[in-house]
């Protein structure tokens, strides 16, 4: 069995219970000043929103902050109180010890080691500690129109079984702190519940009988369930061996479950089980209340944002999934409600910089980490999961547009600064032509030289913005598209670029939608352009005739001196056309045009073209 990823010793808090502040410099070209405008960067993460509302929200925001540093709840801040929030993990770069001895000295103007309400106000205020505009603070813009009703977890094993969220026992659960409101302010550790019903069947009389979607329950309720014959899957991929195993169903097994990974995770965390809350939905959202039911289904993406750690109960001897796909955990990931909660769980942790804490919980109890989860395609995205009420399928899709606008936008500006005057590698961030601007201003800012945005969902209109920038651009020397959805005017919008642009000299255009028309276009532009010398078109729609307009621009192009159109349209026309370029051209030495519509005669043809050549490679 594959060894499972190890799993972190400290206790991970929650990046929103922190408050982030950098402090200002003097305007001196001293080494002090370098530093702290240094330190204003990397702690820009830790910073208050600014406040620019109406002075009763700004002053509520203001008290608020300070309660976040008032551990004690006596009035005034220490230096120590200061230091465990500040130095907490889980949520980008903590701020050093000398950082936060210079910051306390700032707010403490009277120098008698605490620092009032009054003196944290000023100090933020005044200038002496700025408040830039946080970029994870979309998070907290997202629906929040039920609050997150959290069960301590001691609570939750004394049950013994998950409740339903009906009337009676909801007023009863409030009542007695069973179930209570979340509190930022708190310090407990949250923990999301995410799972698949194991009952879709199971109905009561608070069910609504006229809804024929009003039915199931997460856990066994009753005691004859009968054993099941499942297929047993093969590690990684998901495929089934072709054995069979049984499965057996007893009543409240996954109570049991969530329990065991709750205690296994508490003791490789180093947690305390009296400060872990959790939230399961069936007693966390109301189930007999329909519209107070919506707020709370809409209310998901802000829940999943402000958890700690997501846990996937499941009745699963051996997990078998590969650490980067969840939905392949059996039952589960192919669920659309289930990828919704995983994927804005673990966006949400890669916008903070960090692994997503989200763990599968085996039967034994077990855990399987999930540290960043990878959506392929759009097969693998929420919206394309499968749904017990397909009236659904709008709202999981509304709910994944939310997450992918806050998350594209935050992922784009940190890989371009941490990749800063090199190579950046946005693959698979589902980028959309929404995003094309903020990419563009992020590459143009961070002096970006080798951009890598193969497999996002960019089509003409955003190839129509980067070609825009890249009109202009000097930085960008290597330019991978591959695996998007550009057609003709997208790469036309790229070869027009291309008459000015003299810096870049790699473009992968694979596996797109580009026909003749865009093939022409690019070569026409290759005519004059001499600085590309490599230029991928693989697993296009190009045919003969834009092959014979790049046969004809190589007649006289010099400096590209590798193409690949393979998996194209090409056929014997177009390779013919090509093999007549190859008696001349000597600057090309490599070139591919496998699995194209080339017959004998064409192959022949090319082949006979660069026989005997020195250093050239094809692949037909």
């Known amino acids: 069995m594959e060894v499972r990823p190890s799993i972190s010793s400290s206790p991970r808090i929650s990046t929103h219970t922190r408050l982030r502040i950098a402090m200002s410099t003097s305007s001196t070209t001293s080494s002090k000043q370098a530093e702290e405008t240094k330190l204003r960067a990397e702690t820009a993460e830790r910073v208050l929103r600014a406040v620019s509302t109406s002075s009763n929200e700004a002053e509520r925001k203001l008290r608020a902050a300070f309660a976040k540093f008032d551990l004690n709840d006596d009035g005034v801040l220490t230096l120590p109180e200061l230091r465990a929030v500040l130095t907490r993990p889980g ?44 970029p994870l603070a979309v998070l907290d813009s997202f629906e929040y129109s ?101 499965y057996q169903k007893p009543k409240d097994l996954k109570w049991r479950v969530i329990c065991a990974g709750v205690e296994e995770l508490i003791e490789e965390q180093g947690l305390k089980a009296e400060d872990v809350m959790l939230w399961v939905d069936w007693q966390s959202i109301y189930q007999d209340e329909k519209e107070e039911k919506m707020k709370g289904v809409r209310s998901l993406i802000k829940y999943a944002t402000l958890s700690d750690y997501m846990l996937v109960p499941t009745e699963e001897k051996n997990i078998v999934a590969s650490p980067d796909y ?85 992922i784009v500006e940190s890989m371009c600064k941490a990749g800063a005057g090199g190579e950046v590698n946005l693959q698979y961030k589902m980028i959309r032509d929404s995003h094309a ?32 920038m890249l009109r202009t651009n000097r930085s960008v020397t290597y330019l991978s598209l591959g695996g998007n959805q550009l057609g003709d005017a997208g790469a036309e919008a790229i070869a027009a670029m291309l008459r000015t642009n003299r810096s870049l000299t790699d473009l992968n255009l694979a596996r797109n939608k580009i026909g003749d028309a865009g093939a022409e276009a690019i070569a026409a532009m290759l005519r004059t352009n001499h600085s590309l010398t490599e230029l991928d078109l693989y697993g296009n729609k ?32 177009g390779a013919e056309a090509i093999a007549a370029m190859l008696r001349t051209n000597r600057s090309l030495t490599y070139l591919s045009l496998e699995d194209n519509k080339i017959g004998d005669a064409g192959e022949k043809a090319v082949r006979e073209a660069v026989e005997g050549r020195e250093g050239f490679e094809l692949e037909l």
């Open 91 to 134: 949520g980008g770069q903590p701020m050093t010890d000398e950082q936060i001895q210079k910051l306390f000295k700032t707010m403490d103007v009277d120098g008698d080691g605490k620092v009032n309400l009054d003196e944290f106000s000023k100090a933020l205020t005044s200038g002496k500690a700025k408040v830039p505009v946080d």
């Open 146 to 246: 039920a609050p997150m009703l959290l069960m301590p977890f001691l609570r939750f094993k004394e049950q013994e079984r998950i409740f339903k969220s009906t009337k009676t026992w909801r007023d009863e659960a409030l009542s007695k702190g069973w179930l209570v409101e979340y509190d930022e302010a708190s310090g407990k550790i949250v923990i999301f519940v995410s799972h698949t019903w194991w009952d879709r069947e199971f109905t009561d009389k608070t069910n609504d009988k006229t809804d024929k979607y009003d039915r199931g329950a997460p856990d066994y309720q009753l005691e004859d369930y009968p054993d099941e014959e499942r297929d047993v899957l093969e590690y990684g991929n998901g495929e089934p061996t072709g054995e069979k195993e049984t």
């Open 326 to 410: 969840p939905e392949r955990i059996p039952g589960y990931g192919s669920r659309g409600w289930c990828r919704c909660e995983y994927f804005i769980f673990s966006l949400a942790a890669e916008m903070r910089g960090r692994e997503a804490q989200l763990y599968a919980i085996e039967r034994d109890g077990s855990l399987w980490q999930f540290p960043k989860v990878k959506v392929d395609g759009k097969g693998d995205m929420p919206s394309q999961g499968a749904l017990s009420n397909p009236n659904d399928k709008a709202l999981v899709q509304d709910l994944e547009d939310k997450m992918i606008e806050a998350y594209v936008p935050v």
């Open 437 to 468: 601007k903020a990419l563009c201003e992020a590459v143009n800012k961070y002096e970006v030289k080798r951009l890598f945005l193969d497999c996002n969902q960019l089509g003409d209109a955003g190839a129509e913005a980067i070609a825009a």
């Open 542 to 573: 190009i045919g003969d005739a834009g092959a014979e307009a790049i046969a004809a621009m190589l007649r006289t192009n010099r400096s590209v001196t590798s193409l690949n159109l393979g998996s194209n349209k090409i056929g014997d026309a």
